[in-house]
């Protein structure tokens, strides 16, 4: 039987600044044409929070009942493990989705009732992105997908339910903020690149191989920092993000060297930490624009 412990690593709060971060940048970018609205962001982020954490159990779920995670290393599988039922793992998946269609409702009926189709989509995205006949997480589609929904859709959604609009600046960090969560996803895939490849999970990184993959990481942690130099147009203090380049180089140390299984796991903690330093950099610096 599970342990309350088990369900917390179970939810993977590592995976909260992929959350997190989309709501403050979003939020900075509201701020800087004058449209920040403090419960607005509350809600957003209560969405937010509760997607990625109905995500999660629903990738153990959908997982675990597959045998994908039988091989697996990294964190706590409920399912995989033996931990938790299938039932139950499913049930906490729909409560966070529930959870985050609350807050979603409530935001749009203040702000434009089309979101309401969007949080839809996002849900569905959700779940099938490892659930259903055919996930599409399994056909190498998850990093697309990631940079769109906690990409695209979550910073220029915060920034629109505030602002009542979107600008350039926040197309800008939503472009970066979804190619840090890319980078968390490739990550995760590459470290998993040999046990998806065993089960029949086609990801990206199974598709590329293991060299192009670490290319692709590298990539996807330059852009924010290209996007950085853009939004200093809005405002200069948009430089300060560059204290995210550290973290950043830190957690492309291990994909650069070659490093695999367990010894990528501080690569996938230090992306997150970047992007939410990033994004925390970014978002003061376009609130005080």
């Known amino acids: 039987m599970a342990t309350i412990a088990d369900w917390i690593e179970g939810a ?19 701020a800087s044409i004058d449209g920040f609205v403090w419960w607005k962001a509350l809600l957003a982020l209560v969405v937010a929070v509760a997607l990625i954490i109905g995500v999660n159990f629903a ?3 959908s997982d675990g009942i597959r ?7 990294g964190p706590m599988r409920l399912v995989g493990s033996g931990a938790a039922r299938p039932g139950a793992v499913k049930l906490a998946a729909f409560a966070c989705f529930g959870v985050a269609g609350i807050a979603g409702v409530a935001l749009s009926l203040v ?3 089309w979101l309401i189709i969007v949080g839809i989509l996002c849900v569905l995205g959700a779940w099938f992105y490892t659930g259903g006949s055919k996930p599409y997480g399994y056909a190498g589609f998850g990093e697309i997908a990631v940079f769109v929904f906690f990409g695209l859709v979550a910073v220029l959604g915060t920034e629109f339910v505030q602002a009542g609009r979107v ?16 980078a968390v996803l490739v990550t995760n895939n590459l470290r998993d690149i040999d046990s998806d490849g065993e089960t029949g999970k086609t990801t990206l990184a199974v598709t590329l191989g293991d060299a192009r993959t670490r290319v692709l990481f590298m990539v996807l942690m330059a852009v924010p920092f290209a996007a950085t130099v853009a939004l200093a147009f809005r405002s200069p203090w948009a430089l300060f993000a560059v204290i ?9 140390a291990p994909v650069r060297t070659g490093a695999d299984g367990m010894a990528l796991i501080p690569a996938l903690r230090d992306t997150g930490l970047a992007m939410l330093a990033w994004s925390v950099a970014t978002g003061l610096a376009l609130g005080l624009a």
């Open 59 to 61: 990738n153990d779920y």
């Open 12 to 30: 993977r709060p590592k995976t909260l600044p992929n959350a997190i971060a989309p709501v403050v940048a979003g939020t900075g970018a509201a």
């Open 67 to 73: 045998g994908t995670d039988d091989e697996r290393v």
């Open 244 to 252: 995210a380049l550290p973290l950043a180089a830190r957690a492309a």
């Open 167 to 182: 600008d350039w600046a926040g197309i800008a960090c939503a472009v970066a903020v979804g190619c840090f969560s890319s």
């Open 111 to 113: 702000s434009a009732w």
